[in-house]
């Protein structure tokens, strides 16, 4: 027992392992280049298998071109020189009377495709009568008369389709109605609004015009305050024109009258300047008061404009 454990432990040693696991590995590898010739050479046999489909399907098609060719010469032989082959006899060879053909005669008009595609015809031929038979069968059985079972039941089908084709049509006729009114009443109320909308918009075109008016007389009489205003300025530019040149004449007339002023200070003592004083605050009112004038001369041109 404990030598058994011991090369167990041996077994079992790291080493050991490795050497397993180098092993496993070099034939993982030697498994995978197995794998990859199987491949290549099962590529090769997929690719030789293809070649030999396109060879085979070439001669197919070149055997049904000779058969047709072969069948077409067999049957102008049998139309133009009608024979049978000699029944050969082991005892005459030959019979008298009968026309033998030579093999090469017989290679050319009968071919080994001949019998396989007369076979494929005669299955063609016979699947397409079992065909015709069976509808002919299905076209006998689905034959019925009004009084039989099966055309009762089928007339009662053909009752209750049209009920329900009517009832259907009922609904589809409901509900086409009800869409038609819904539509309507959608439309109407649309024409309502547009007529609502359009009256608005008279309205609102008839009360611009009224605006319109109003600030056409409001032009016409600020373009009349403008005249006027226009007209005063003039006024009191020509005014203040007058009451410059009138205050500049007067400071001339008292620079020319400074010597008649010299003797009537000699005359009148200490009342020379009373005269002045009253004289400057006339001509300090006429400044103030320009326009006193003016609107008397104003109120004349109104009245003469209403008259």
Known sequence: MALNESNFRTKNSLPDMELIAEEQAIAIGRL?????????QNEVLREKLRLCEEDCSLKEAEYIKKFIASDIRLAQAEFLLPFKRPHLSSQLGTDSGKVALSDNESSEIVHP????????AQELIKSVKSEQQQSYDDLLAWKFTPDSASGRRLMTCFRQLLERNEGLGAINENDSLSKLESETKVQDSCIRECLKTAQDFNAALLESTVDLDGVQNSLFVLKNKLNKAENLIAALKASFFFHTYFTQCNFIFIFDNFTGYAEYEKVNPNQSDALIAAALATLSQQAMNPHDDDDEEEEDQGDEVAE
């Open 32 to 40: 995978e280049s197995k794998l990859k010739k199987i491949e290549e």
């Open 113 to 120: 495709a001949l019998d396989f595609i007369y076979h494929k």
